[in-house]
């Protein structure tokens, strides 16, 4: 029997395609548990005990349960909405060879290779003028006409079994979508999007190739997970669901969730971890509870945020890649993150309230580092620590296949940290 928990998972997965979409699920789901949008161009009333949330560009987001009396501490819990994809140029069709193709941009550090040879769809976000002359933004999901990125056959690569797969970004992972245009079409893309949202005039568009092939469960109790964007949707669904369970109020403890956008891009964007989104709203609440700065400064030193992202699980054909004292293992537990250079942010005192959180709860808890001769990588966590001096900590389930266009992970740890995080809240 799937946990409904996972279930919940799975839909959430299907729904959100790109950072925008996530976030409109998000939205959906904080309506319905009675939580109050706040614009950021209007002036917020901030009453104690209510629920509220902000949107960042529509695809960042930031949700507190306000408490009962002047915030003095914030648990936040941090993950990120976008994953690595291919993303569509501005002008991104031609043709050649009586094929029509799309070009794209590399957004991020996806595995190239596990983009070839399957259906993708595309989905993102459409600036366009309405009939009556606004100017709206629409969401879209266009699946029912997939391109594909074919790869060179091995006949005309003989060598590429032995040599690796060498892809070069501009010209080896333009789309095929499609021999010929629809009768009247001006484009293809032209001809999909009206498919799609009818007759508008397209002002600008943020869209995505992502596969189509859905979420589905590995081994023989449907243990495993697999599907694209498990990197970091996991993380954002997981801090959602445990918030989920602590919506009462606190005397002073601010309860609060931040996703942002672009990470995989560095983060340095209006709607990513190193913009002032976070800060802004941490202040406008002690505004709204006649707090001042100095209380505001304080607030910062007495709180934690805990950088929720994924993490490498051992790989059973590539055991050599991992430290070999640090080998997180699917199913056994979230990983606590560490890095000496601080790409984590993970250090004693934060690390040391983790442990006692998983010890308390009975939560299996790995460590990773990674070798000391191979480069690490890095998650918000420090973008956090530095812009608002906040303790963190990153943590993280265990996966394999990371930026794959499809991932793997065990059910028990996105549960196991579901826990972690109620508790977290409830600390």
Not at 83 to 104: C, T
């Amino acid at each position: 029997m799937v946990p409904e928990e996972i279930q919940e998972f799975m839909v959430f997965l299907k729904e959100s395609p790109t950072a925008w979409h996530a976030v409109r699920e998000l939205q959906e789901r904080l309506l319905k548990a009675d939580f109050i949008c706040l614009s950021q161009s209007e002036r917020w009333d901030i009453q104690p005990g209510k629920r509220y949330f902000t949107i960042k560009n529509g695809s960042s987001l930031c949700a507190f349960v306000a408490p009962l009396n002047p915030p003095t501490l914030v648990r936040l819990a941090a993950s990120h909405t976008d994953s690595p994809s291919l993303k569509l140029k501005p002008h991104s069709e031609f043709y050649r060879n009586s094929m029509v193709l799309f070009g794209v941009e590399v957004y991020g550090g996806p595995l190239l290779s596990s983009w070839l040879n399957r259906d993708l769809g595309i989905a993102g976000r459409v600036i366009v003028k309405d009939a009556d002359g606004s100017i709206v933004e629409k969401l879209v999901r266009l699946e029912d006409y997939p391109v594909v990125i074919p790869q060179l056959a091995i006949h005309l690569d003989p060598q590429v079994n032995e040599n690796g797969l060498v892809l070069n970004k501009q010209n080896h992972l333009s789309a095929l979508a499609a021999l010929e245009l629809p009768l009247g079409a001006k484009g293809y893309l032209d001809w999909l999007l009206k498919h799609a949202i009818g007759e508008h005039l397209v002002l600008g568009a943020d869209l995505f190739l992502f596969p189509l092939e859905g979420p589905s469960f590995i081994g023989y109790a449907k243990e495993m997970l697999a599907a694209y964007r498990i990197d970091s949707l996991a993380s954002v669904h997981a801090i959602w669901g445990a918030l989920e369970q602590t919506l009462e109020p606190e005397n002073e403890n601010l309860k609060m969730m931040v996703v942002w956008d672009n990470e995989e891009i560095g983060s340095a964007t209006a709607q990513g971890a190193e913009s002032p989104f976070l800060a802004h709203t941490l202040e406008r609440i002690m505004i709204g509870y006649n707090q001042t700065r100095e209380d505001y400064l304080r607030l910062l030193n007495n709180s934690m945020c805990i950088s929720v992202d994924l993490a490498h699980a051992v790989h059973p054909n590539y055991l050599e890649k991992h430290d070999p004292l640090h080998q997180p293992v699917l199913g056994e537990g979230i990983v606590l993150k560490s890095n000496a250079k601080q790409r984590y942010a993970s250090e004693a005192w934060t690390s040391a309230l983790i442990t006692h959180l998983c010890q308390k709860e009975k939560i299996p808890l790995q460590h990773f580092v990674s070798r000391g001769d191979m480069p690490c990588g890095s998650t918000i966590g420090p973008l956090h620590a530095t812009s608002t001096g906040m303790p963190t900590v990153d943590i993280g389930c265990p996966q394999l296949s990371m930026h794959a266009a499809r991932e793997l992970m065990a059910n028990i740890d996105y549960l196991h940290m579901r826990r972690l995080l109620e508790a977290f809240f409830k600390f």
